[in-house]
């Protein structure tokens, strides 16, 4: 099990070895590397805290570690409605940047600008967060049989551009990055037809359902995956999510 530490250590090494090889294939041989910013932020109203990661691209004669990225960047949010600016400050993880209140400040159906400067350089980009819902079917604490499984609905969220489910055992630390997630755009699915791969086993389980503004659909599952931004390198989206916790018997 990963602690939040290490959690931050893996994303920002796995994130400076995919542009490492960004960087690479666009780079000719003997051309001077030119640095590029690189940022990931995704937005959630469900999130105490939001994190802005700043890293560059790399060339191929660099060395990657787990201690890379950019410290002394500027991290600005625009709320674009009430015109307030939250500002990010980096935490002791080098490239981690984190606002700086304490209140849950990302509202749904929201437009947010993200602006991030360094050296003369300059990354800008826009998300408006997917309105909150709710899971309808399965209810919280009921047990399921996977001989009868229900149909699984939630009621719409407005401004969302789909839908990833994701059954997880609830003693398991995977989340959305390393379990492949079922797709849609509706609001109901059928688990009758996936139980086999994701209820192997009775026991507990969480599931989590993600609704993903354009910016997240496009970088989860449509081109580029590796550039969501206005400008720049990176991915800014936004998700509002729900959970409900159920046991599962395997007949």
Same mark, same amino acid.
């Given at each position: 099990m990963r602690t939040n530490a290490n959690k931050h250590q893996y994303l920002l090494l796995l994130f400076a070895t995919l542009f490492l090889l960004i960087s690479c294939h666009s780079s000719k041989p003997k051309e001077e590397h030119q640095k590029q910013l690189v940022v990931f932020c995704v937005l959630s109203p469900n999130l105490s805290t939001q994190t802005v990661?700043?890293?560059?691209?790399?060339? $191929?004669?660099?060395?990657?570690?787990? +201690?890379?990225?950019?410290?002394?960047?500027?991290?600005? $949010?625009?709320?674009? %409605?009430?015109?307030?600016?939250?500002?990010? $400050?980096? &935490?002791?993880?080098?490239?981690?940047?984190?606002? /700086?209140? *304490? +209140?849950?400040?990302?509202?749904?159906?929201?437009?947010?600008?993200?602006?991030?400067? #360094?050296?003369?350089?300059?990354?800008?980009?826009? +998300?408006?967060?997917?309105?909150?819902f709710r899971i309808t079917r399965p209810i919280a604490g009921e047990t399921l049989h996977t001989s009868s499984l229900p149909i699984f609905t939630w009621t719409k969220s407005e401004g969302s551009k789909t839908y990833f489910i994701v059954p997880l055992q609830a003693d398991t630390t995977d989340t959305l990055g390393f379990i492949l997630p079922l797709i849609t755009t509706d609001t109901f699915l059928?688990? *009758?037809?996936?139980?086999?791969?994701?209820? /192997?086993? &009775?026991?507990? #389980?969480?599931?989590? *359902?993600?609704?993903? /503004?354009? *910016?997240? #659909?496009? #970088? %989860?599952?449509?081109?580029?995956?590796?550039?969501?931004l206005g400008d720049g390198i990176g991915h800014f989206g936004s998700e509002t999510f729900d959970t409900v916790r159920v046991y599962i018997i395997r007949d």
């Open positions: 990661i700043v890293d560059k691209t790399y060339s $191929i004669t660099e060395t990657i570690t787990d +201690t890379t990225g950019i410290s002394g960047a500027t991290v600005l $949010i625009l709320d674009k %409605e009430l015109l307030d600016t939250i500002r990010f $400050i980096e &935490s002791d993880t080098p490239g981690f940047y984190h606002d /700086d209140t *304490n +209140t849950r400040w990302v509202k749904p159906l929201a437009s947010y600008h993200l602006l991030v400067a #360094y050296e003369g350089d300059t990354v800008l980009a826009t +998300t408006t967060v997917p309105d909150t059928d688990m *009758n037809l996936y139980k086999d791969a994701y209820f /192997d086993s &009775s026991g507990f #389980y969480r599931i989590k *359902n993600f609704a993903l /503004d354009a *910016n997240r #659909y496009r #970088y %989860e599952i449509g081109p580029p995956r590796i550039d969501t």
